[in-house]
């Protein structure tokens, strides 16, 4: 559905590991896809046939319709998506920031990336969030299945990216246990 887009998205969540590692890890409930907040009017074009709803505010498990017109602000990040009234909820939305030329972490504003390097593409070009960045966002709150994605990327991340992400983690859950992981022994003096 989001062949025909003109602006930029990635596939996010465990898929987008998925895509990293090339394999299937495990079953998924529905499908995520990133897109810069000032693309949102073009989101809601694309999907002007959909039943839309916003998680406001996020996180506590409510949701409302996402009229046609309206600009979301932060907080406001989360759309759940299905085709019909009647349809399960099939994909979640996720709204990001962008200055210029460069991705914005709605969690800390100093973590950033310049756009280009937000996302790769699959062996069939379909854009993905890049592995460390979806990591990023999974060490908010570790599940058993964000270990399983951790563990399955890991040996994939160069020292770039480990890197990276061991520092936007740092910023964000200063003890989570990845960290340890991420870097070398030294590097933690």
């Known amino acids: ?27 998924h409930g ?14 809601r074009d694309l999907l002007t046939d959909w ?8 996180g506590m498990g409510r949701l409302r319709p996402w009229r046609s017109g309206e600009t979301l602000q932060p907080p406001l990040h989360d759309i759940w998506c299905r085709r019909t009234p009647e349809a399960p909820w099939s994909v979640q939305l996720m709204l990001d920031e962008a ?6 972490s709605r969690r800390a504003p100093r973590i950033r990336l310049p756009i280009e390097r937000l996302g790769r593409r699959s062996g069939t070009g379909i854009p993905y969030l890049a592995p460390e960045v979806q990591l990023y966002y999974k060490a908010k709150a570790t599940r058993e299945k964000d270990e399983t994605d951790f563990e399955a990327v ?20 200063p003890d989570h246990p990845w960290r340890q992981r991420l870097t070398p022994p030294d590097a933690h003096k």
Do not use: S
């Open 1 to 27: 559905m989001f062949a025909a887009a003109d602006f930029p998205w990635w596939i996010a969540g465990g898929y987008a590991i998925e895509l990293a590692v090339g394999r299937e890890l495990r079953p």
């Open 154 to 173: 890991l040996p994939l991340l160069g020292e770039p990216q480990r890197m990276w992400l061991a520092n936007a983690i740092a910023v964000t859950v």
């Open 99 to 104: 200055e210029g030329t460069h991705w914005v």
């Open 51 to 58: 039943d839309l709803y916003v998680a406001d505010p996020p």
């Open 30 to 43: 529905d499908l995520d896809v990133l897109v810069l907040r000032r693309d949102q009017a073009r989101v």
